[in-house]
């Protein structure tokens, strides 16, 4: 099953192949994924090969409300390690985060991130942890700035294969050293 983690009103844990007709219900409305840079999902199927494939990593979480019926209302994880378009030094990870439109302005997001930003820095021994969103997403902005998470760079081209098109994007950062 992996790592559990917990705050005052979430549980975030690993998804299952039993959460992809909840994963589908969230991830289909377009509102989420198109802000993200990915499709909004087609079929419950194609929601399962994601928890398979995207979301079966080590530091990929289902957040759950506590109390609620263990069904997911986003996902939040660690990417540790890089690639050619993304590079990561080690110590570093890129926070990734998203919550379904029913449970928007309930706080969620910024209450998840800082328990993976805590787990991150005092469990994985990060060292920074980067999180990026495209112009226009406030939202996510929000999160970030609730989080502690200062300016690092400005990406004016950033090229989104799925949706093929070209954004701007900031990217953040937050270090061990600077954590609130």
């Given at each position: 099953?992996?790592?559990?983690?917990?705050?005052?009103?979430?549980?975030?844990?690993?998804?299952?192949?039993?959460?992809?007709?909840?994963?589908?219900?969230?991830?289909?409305?377009?509102?989420?994924?198109?802000?993200?840079?990915?499709?909004?999902?087609?079929?419950?199927?194609?929601?399962?090969?994601?928890?398979?494939?995207?979301?079966?990593?080590?530091?990929?979480?289902?957040?759950?409300?506590?109390?609620?019926?263990?069904?997911?209302?986003?996902?939040?994880?660690?990417?540790?390690?890089?690639?050619?378009?993304?590079?990561?030094?080690?110590g570093d990870a890129e926070l990734g985060y998203w919550v379904g439109v029913p449970f928007w302005?309930?706080?969620?997001?910024?209450?998840?991130?800082?328990?993976?930003?805590?787990?991150?820095?005092?469990?994985?021994?990060?060292?920074?942890?980067?999180?990026?969103?495209?112009?226009?997403?406030?939202?996510?902005?929000?999160?970030?700035?609730?989080?502690?998470?200062?300016?690092?760079?400005?990406?004016?081209?950033?090229?989104?294969?799925?949706?093929?098109?070209?954004?701007?994007?900031?990217?953040?950062?937050?270090?061990?050293?600077?954590?609130m």
């Open positions: 099953m992996g790592i559990i983690l917990e705050t005052n009103r979430l549980i975030l844990r690993g998804w299952q192949d039993s959460d992809a007709a909840s994963l589908f219900r969230l991830a289909s409305d377009e509102r989420i994924g198109l802000s993200a840079g990915w499709l909004p999902h087609e079929s419950v199927g194609y929601s399962r090969a994601v928890i398979r494939t995207i979301f079966n990593k080590k530091e990929v979480y289902a957040i759950c409300l506590k109390g609620g019926n263990d069904e997911p209302v986003g996902s939040i994880g660690l990417t540790l390690t890089g690639s050619k378009e993304r590079p990561l030094l080690e302005g309930r706080g969620i997001a910024p209450e998840a991130a800082k328990e993976i930003i805590r787990h991150g820095f005092e469990d994985i021994k990060l060292r920074r942890i980067f999180c990026c969103y495209f112009d226009g997403n406030e939202q996510s902005k929000r999160v970030q700035e609730k989080c502690g998470f200062v300016p690092y760079t400005i990406n004016d081209k950033t090229y989104i294969p799925m949706l093929k098109e070209t954004r701007k994007e900031y990217v953040n950062v937050i270090r061990a050293s600077e954590r």
